[in-house]
């Protein structure tokens, strides 16, 4: 089992960043993949990125690519997303999660992920 907090939204105006937090309990952060994913209202849960347990494998989604850095500290059981550049369509709650089955890449689907966060808001003002 793992539980998973995030923290670092926010309100910024477009053009600016923001680094979001997940911070992970549980003995085995360092062997699950983790993902960052983002809903807006009225739209469906996307993927933003992810990252492989030991972080030499990262995927991100095209919308994102460029504008975004996702690392990882599992001495210190947290998950990061750098975020620049932001505008106001990535307005959205952010969500961390945790795929605890190993794979050759981190997925990108909502359902490889057992175990999720509650969620940050992040607003883009234009």
């Known amino acids: 089992q793992v539980q998973l907090v995030e923290s670092g939204g926010g309100l910024v105006q477009a053009g600016g960043s923001l680094r979001l937090s997940c911070a992970a309990s549980?003995?085995?952060?360092?062997?699950?993949?983790m993902g960052w994913f983002r809903q807006a209202p009225g739209k469906e849960r996307e993927f933003v990125a992810a990252?492989?347990?030991?972080?030499?494998?990262?995927n991100y989604a095209d919308s994102m690519k460029g504008r975004c850095t996702i690392s990882r500290d599992n001495a210190k059981k947290t998950v990061f997303l750098q975020m620049v550049s932001l505008k106001p369509e990535d307005t959205a709650v952010y969500y961390c999660?945790?795929?605890?089955?190993?794979?050759?890449?981190?997925?990108?689907?909502?359902?490889?992920?057992?175990?999720w966060g509650q969620g940050t808001q992040v607003t883009v003002s234009s």
């Open positions: 990252i492989s347990w030991s972080g030499g494998s990262t």
């Open positions: 999660a945790a795929d605890p089955i190993w794979k050759s890449r981190p997925g990108t689907g909502e359902l490889e992920y057992d175990y």
């Open positions: 549980g003995r085995a952060f360092s062997s699950y993949a």
